[in-house]
């Protein structure tokens, strides 16, 4: 799953830097809503592997207490988004 999930990301980004985005706008938002979507994927699978594999081995997330309500999630993905906005 994880090699699929990389691969879509990796197939996305690559056509984002292949466009000309004066040229094709509207398939730009296209790209960038299935660049999106791929990464999502990507890191749900990748906090699946680590549910699996170390449950009991992840930090405890006191930190975010730092953080305003609205950005707290109680998994990785949408911090990891939020991160890479």
Do not use: G, W
Request: proline residues 4%; hydrophobic residues 40%; charged residues 25%.
């Amino acid at each position: 799953q994880f090699f699929y999930a990389d691969e879509q990301v990796t197939r996305v980004v690559t056509e984002i830097n292949c466009l000309d985005i004066d040229t094709d706008p509207q398939q730009y938002l296209v790209l960038l809503n299935q660049l999106h979507h791929s990464q999502t994927r990507l890191l749900a699978v990748i906090e699946q592997i680590m549910d699996e594999c170390i449950p009991k081995e992840r930090h405890s997330r006191d930190y975010v207490i730092k953080f305003p309500e609205d950005l707290l999630v109680d998994n990785l993905r949408n911090h990891m988004l939020f991160a890479a906005e």
